[in-house]
T-cell receptor, first 112, second 110 residues
Framework: SQQGEEDPQALSIQEGENATMNCSYK?????LQWYRQNSGRGLVHLIL?????REKHSGRLRVTLDTSKKSSSLLITASRAADTASYFC????????????FGGGTRLMVKP | DVKVTQSSRYLVKRTGEKVFLECVQD?????MFWYRQDPGLGLRLIYF???????EKGDIPEGYSVSREKKERFSLILESASTNQTSMYLC?????????FGSGTRLTVV
């Protein structure tokens, strides 16, 4: 069952612009993760933020987490055409054992 | 680098056939998962396994079974393939916190 919901479902921007994707979830989490999926391929882990962290950076990626609002955002700065992909948030719930719960994803298109 | 390998990228099978989708990981991970992904429905968990010979149903196990005889291999079985099982199938194994996914198998049942 899906716990995280991303918005927007689709996003189209020009190369060089920033892309922001949001994820909301419903129950307490241990951590929240973001994954990327190129068309027709598997998902690739991008970044993890723990429940006691508020912000994390990795290269051009910036993730924030607001546990009071049960939401996270993924910012990709200075986007490139190669960033075109679907992006998924996944929550690691307190009571879910070793299972992640994935959202429906945001399809990002970066136009050259 | 860690690896999860799915045996086929594309597969076409006939209705009623028994289909085996294989997934192998080289990381000695205990937890492995099978998902299917359909447009508009996201990733849906079919089955998972937390150890050899152990399996648990996910959200949509109907029409599927699994086998985990060795730690590195987790097989998804479609007992009698149907057209509504046409989908992208993704296998994953869990490291400390996250998943490593295979490249996916796009299965078409005709």
């Amino acid at each position: 069952s899906q716990q995280g919901e991303e918005d927007p479902q689709a996003l189209s921007i020009q190369e060089g612009e920033n892309a922001t994707m949001n994820c909301s979830y419903k129950t307490s989490i241990n951590n929240l993760q973001w994954y990327r999926q190129n068309s027709g391929r598997g998902l690739v882990h991008l970044i993890l933020i723990r429940s006691n962290e508020r912000e994390k950076h990795s290269g051009r990626l910036r993730v924030t987490l607001d546990t009071s609002k049960k939401s996270s955002s993924l910012l990709i700065t200075a986007s490139r055409a190669a960033d075109t992909a679907s992006y998924f948030c996944a929550t690691d719930l307190n009571n879910a054992g070793n299972m992640l719960t994935f959202g429906g994803g945001t399809r990002l298109m970066v136009k050259p | 680098d860690v690896k999860v390998t799915q045996s086929s990228r594309y597969l076409v099978k006939r209705t009623g056939e028994k289909v085996f989708l294989e997934c192998v990981q080289d990381m000695d991970h205990e937890n492995m998962f099978w998902y299917r992904q359909d447009p508009g429905l996201g990733l849906r968990l079919i089955y998972f396994s937390y150890d050899v010979k152990m399996k648990e149903k996910g959200d949509i196990p109907e029409g599927y079974s699994v086998s985990r005889e060795k730690k590195e291999r987790f097989s998804l079985i479609l007992e009698s393939a149907s057209t509504n099982q046409t989908s992208m199938y993704l296998c994953a194994s869990r490291w400390n916190y996250g998943y490593t996914f295979g490249s996916g198998t796009r299965l078409t049942v005709v």
